[in-house]
T-cell receptor
Framework: GAGVSQSPSNKVTEKGKDVELRCDPI?????LYWYRQSLGQGLEFLIY????????KSGLPSDRFSAERTGGSVSTLTIQRTQQEDSAVYLC????????????FGPGTRLLVL | RKEVEQDPGPFNVPEGATVAFNCTYS??????FFWYRQDCRKEPKLLMS?????NEDGRFTAQLNRASQYISLLIRDSKLSDSATYLC???????????WGLGTSLAVNP
């Protein structure tokens, strides 16, 4: 079956521009996560959506970052006024039930801010 | 103290060696535990869940020690293809987010 997909796979942007990253989770998965991973570093949690509950935004690094999940499916991560330190791989994962179940990751979006 | 801690390595071992990684966690109420594998420039993928009684999947054995709050991963007869970063993941319950370790890097050499 189809896995988690993300688009674009690569994004190069100029400092100060806004970017939108998209995640299509596995159909039927109620939980969706966004992570960030800088080169050679560990996963940095950004935000977690579970069904219709209020998202856990505790990992968003600044108010330039926001995310939404429409209709309990597709999610968009928006970074406003991008900075060079935002350059990283942004990974999306979904899981079928509660947070303690297996996460399935998309291939990520590699963001480079010049 | 970090919620989940791993030795970053790198562990350099020859083919055929046995290697073990430990991961400690701080929340004694943690409920579920996992090992994920991440290849270079790829996304993490589930390697195995860790059950209370310990579990084995081929050359891989995972164990949980709740009293000491650590989990372990043992790889026997290492293959070149085992070279990757191994991530320890802990779920504390109440539908909270998973907590990820920073990973242990393994390089299996010919």
């Amino acid at each position: 079956g189809a896995g988690v997909s993300q688009s674009p796979s690569n994004k190069v942007t100029e400092k100060g521009k806004d970017v939108e990253l998209r995640c299509d989770p596995i159909s039927g998965h109620t939980a969706l996560y966004w992570y960030r991973q800088s080169l050679g570093q560990g996963l940095e949690f950004l935000i977690y959506f579970q069904g219709n509950s209020a998202p856990d935004k505790s990992g968003l690094p600044s108010d330039r970052f926001s995310a939404e999940r429409t209709g309990g499916s597709v999610s968009t991560l928006t970074i406003q006024r991008t900075q060079q330190e935002d350059s990283a791989v942004y990974l999306c994962a979904s899981s079928p039930g509660l947070a303690g179940t297996t996460q399935y990751f998309g291939p990520g979006t590699r963001l480079l801010v010049l | 103290r970090k919620e989940v801690e791993q030795d970053p390595g790198p562990f350099n071992v020859p083919e055929g060696a046995t290697v073990a990684f430990n991961c400690t966690y701080s929340n004694s109420a943690s409920q579920s535990f996992f090992w994920y594998r991440q290849d270079c420039r790829k996304e993490p993928k589930l390697l195995m869940s860790v059950y209370s009684s310990g579990n084995e999947d081929g050359r891989f054995t995972a164990q949980l020690n709740r009293a000491s709050q650590y989990i372990s991963l043992l790889i026997r007869d290492s293959k070149l293809s085992d070279s990757a970063t191994y991530l320890c993941v802990v779920y504390a319950g109440n539908n909270r987010k998973l907590i990820w370790g920073l990973g242990t890097s393994l390089a299996v050499n010919p």
